[in-house]
């Protein structure tokens, strides 16, 4: 995946709340948001359905992060969508989660990760590129083009119902409930903001 500097430094027109929360913290072109909006702390917001809560609260996730840049690029009249994808969500690719996967004796867990397609490209504004050895999810399971209003109900249902089939085939698994492998992903979720 590329991150906010593949992104058209494309300047903003004057448009809505969105646009003008963005011109309000010196962000007027589309790559400089990006760039502003991935050096926020990765966590969870207190109201993911709020469309400027990146903003007021000075932090993101996945999906509240490039929610706002989908708004914004609605805004505009720019070519971008927002896409859930489903993966095995590693060390390797996900870095932070291993001692939670390692107290249940798993390697990986189904997730779901929200991310921009913008030109052909995947873009990903969660974090802010580093040399951190991480390796890109490079293969998705399914991949949805979704609207920033299906951010909360509608990826976690469509997250829950992958997960389900996904645990049928695997046998580490076995023993275990939805309920508990839905609560090990949560604590591989908060190791992430710790």
């Known amino acids: 995946m590329l991150s906010w500097d593949a992104l058209d430094p494309f300047r903003f027109a004057s448009a809505g709340a969105v646009t003008a929360a963005f011109v309000g913290v010196a962000k007027a072109d589309l790559r400089s948001a990006a760039q502003y909006v991935a050096r926020l702390p990765y966590g969870r917001n207190s109201d993911p359905e709020d469309p400027l809560i990146v903003l007021a609260e000075q932090r993101g996730t996945c999906s509240t992060k490039h929610a706002l840049l989908r708004r914004l690029a609605i805004e505009q009249g720019l ?44 873009i990903d504004v969660t974090k802010e590129p580093s040399n951190d050895q991480a390796e890109p999810i490079g293969h998705f399971l399914y991949e949805e083009e979704i609207d920033p209003e299906q951010i909360t109900r509608y990826k976690t249902g469509l997250h829950r119902k992958f997960l389900k089939e996904w645990m ?21 979720i908060e190791s992430l903001s710790a």
């Open 168 to 188: 049928a085939g695997d046998d580490r698994l076995r023993g275990l409930s939805f309920d508990r492998v839905w609560s090990i992903r949560q604590e591989c």
């Open 79 to 122: 070519p971008m969508a927002l896409v859930v994808g489903l993966y095995e969500m590693t060390e390797r690719n996900t870095p932070g989660i291993e001692p939670v996967l390692r107290r249940y004796g798993l390697t990986s867990l189904l997730e779901a990760h929200c991310y921009l397609c913008a030109g052909g490209n995947r």
